[in-house]
């Protein structure tokens, strides 16, 4: 099994800053694509940006510009840093990681239990 702690979040104003965080922990061989997700209030989930093993990333249209995902794999850490924060970012993000926990199994997703992110004046 596979843990995934997420941390960060809070409340911030409109063109403010938040990085968020998370790290996985437990049986982990290799981790392949790590990204982040975020689901407002009656919206689907939405995937907000990913990045790859080796380091290429991608981004929603919405985010392009203002966040950065970056990962540090000596501590399966995952980042989304959050800058110039507008009211419709506010949702819940949740981290997801694509983990292969034995080298002979196939690898499998896990999700973190989400962190809310709240932009407001």
């Known amino acids: 099994q596979v843990q995934l702690v997420e941390s960060g979040g809070g409340l911030v104003q409109p063109g403010g800053s938040l990085r968020l965080s998370c790290a996985a922990s437990g049986n982990i061989f290799t981790i392949y694509y790590m990204s982040w997700y975020r689901q407002a209030p009656g919206k689907q989930r939405e995937l907000v940006a990913g990045i790859t093993s080796g380091g290429m990333t991608n981004y929603a249209d919405s985010v392009k510009g203002r966040f950065t995902i970056s990962r540090d794999n000596a501590k399966n850490t995952v980042y989304l840093q959050m800058n110039s924060l507008k009211p419709e970012d506010t949702a819940v993000y949740y981290c997801?990681?694509?983990?292969?926990?034995?080298?002979?199994?196939?690898?499998?997703?896990?999700w973190g239990q989400g962190t809310q992110v709240t932009v407001s004046s």
């Open positions: 997801n990681i694509n983990v292969k926990e034995r080298i002979l199994e196939a690898s499998r997703n896990y």
